[in-house]
């Protein structure tokens, strides 16, 4: 499997994107998909998970209520929609899938099998 992530760019404090993943292959919609993100000096932190189905969500402390994981697997894609961003939401965005959701392991990125390249997000204030 291969994901490309897209939709990433310059915004202001307080403004809206939505970041994409696309996969390659025919076994998408059997992968629970996750999205992380990388500061500048910091490790990579998650953000949110979505199981195959779309049914089950799991987010992190710090983007819940902001941010909203879908996916659509008739077009290979999962997507992150981000409102009220902040400066401190500045990161490249990865999004990464990973064989079984289990909220015991989704945080864990070394779980994950695949990985995408990566779309950079800058929050201005």
């Known amino acids: 499997v291969q994901l490309q992530a897209s939709g990433g760019g310059l915004v202001q404090s307080g403004g809206s994107l939505r970041l994409s993943c696309t996969a390659s292959?025919?076994?998408?919609?059997?992968?629970?998909m996750s999205w992380f993100r990388q500061a500048p000096g910091k490790e990579r932190e998650f953000l949110a998970a979505i199981n195959w189905s779309g049914v089950s969500t799991l987010y992190a402390d710090s983007v819940k209520g902001r941010f909203t994981i879908s996916r659509d697997n008739a077009k290979n894609t999962v997507y992150l929609h981000m409102n009220s961003l902040r400066p401190e939401d500045t990161a490249v965005y990865y999004c990464?899938?990973?064989?079984?959701?289990?909220?015991?392991?989704?945080?864990?990125?070394?779980?994950?099998?695949?990985w995408g390249q990566g779309t950079l997000v800058t929050v201005s204030s």
């Open positions: 292959g025919r076994t998408f919609s059997s992968y629970a």
């Open positions: 990464a899938s990973i064989n079984y959701y289990s909220e015991y392991t989704l945080r864990d990125r070394d779980r994950y099998n695949y």
